[in-house]
């Protein structure tokens, strides 16, 4: 992935033909959008009612976009949760979510579920999360990992929208290459880490290390197979 550009204002209600409407969504496939309700109608409660029910999925200008489901993505996730749920813990900085936290985006108004977070206690209104289900609140750290059906775009959108709202750090994990992508603001450089890197929590996660390698433990290749 390459840098990622300042998001430009749009009307997103408006589209010539529905190639238009795919590229505001980041041009997902057809069969990640959901039609029930009808696009452009979809509404907040909508999306909860699809997140409890264990159907992830975001909401974008009022249309609801299912997030792909990976059993490898879910994993590598799982073991980046272990090791950063376990330091944050023990050094009291803050708060580790999640694929299921609801996120509106205050760049765009858009629901956005990355799939881990960092939140910073000090960042934190009062010290604790929002008691709200959808709160206006952007990560201090944003984590993605990628999974087939994912696009380029799409990942450049969000990217885009969590720095936009307040993010201050992302990582973006590629489990086929077996990489991490280090974005800190748009259109800064890209670090790209491989399996012999380590990973640097950086002043988000002050203290917090993890050698890339680790978070593909007991996963095996995509490239091989297996």
């Not at 509404?43 to 992830?56: F, I, N």
């Not at 609801?102 to 910073?120: E, N, Q, V």
């Not at 086929?176 to 992508?181: E, F, L, Q, S």
Request: aromatic content about 6%.
């Amino acid at each position: 992935m390459t840098a990622i550009a300042a998001l430009a204002p749009s009307d997103p209600h408006r589209f010539r033909n529905a190639a238009e409407w795919l590229r505001s969504l980041g041009g997902v496939p057809l069969e990640r959008v959901i039609f029930d309700p009808w696009p452009g109608t979809a509404t907040e409660a909508d999306l909860l009612r699809l997140v409890e029910g264990d159907r992830l999925c975001e909401l974008i200008d009022g249309t609801l976009v299912k997030k792909p489901a990976g059993l490898i993505a879910s994993a590598v996730a799982m073991n980046l949760a272990a090791g950063l749920g376990y330091f944050v813990k023990r050094n009291n900085l803050g708060v580790v979510s999640g694929a299921d936290s609801t996120l509106r985006m205050a760049a765009t108004g858009r629901i956005r579920l990355p799939d881990l977070c960092f939140f910073a206690r000090a960042r934190l209104p009062n010290g604790v999360l929002p008691p709200v289900p959808v709160p206006t609140l952007a990560p201090d750290l944003a984590v993605e990992v990628l999974s087939e059906g994912n696009t380029t775009a799409e990942f450049d959108q969000k990217l885009r929208e969590y720095f936009q709202s307040g993010t201050r750090l992302a990582w973006v994990i590629d489990p086929v290459p077996r990489t991490v992508a280090v974005y800190h603001a748009p259109g800064e450089p890209v670090r790209v880490l491989n399996e012999n890197d380590v990973l640097d929590g950086e002043q988000v996660v002050p203290g917090f290390t993890m050698p890339v390698g680790d978070l593909f433990s007991n996963i095996p290749s995509a490239r091989s197979g297996g």
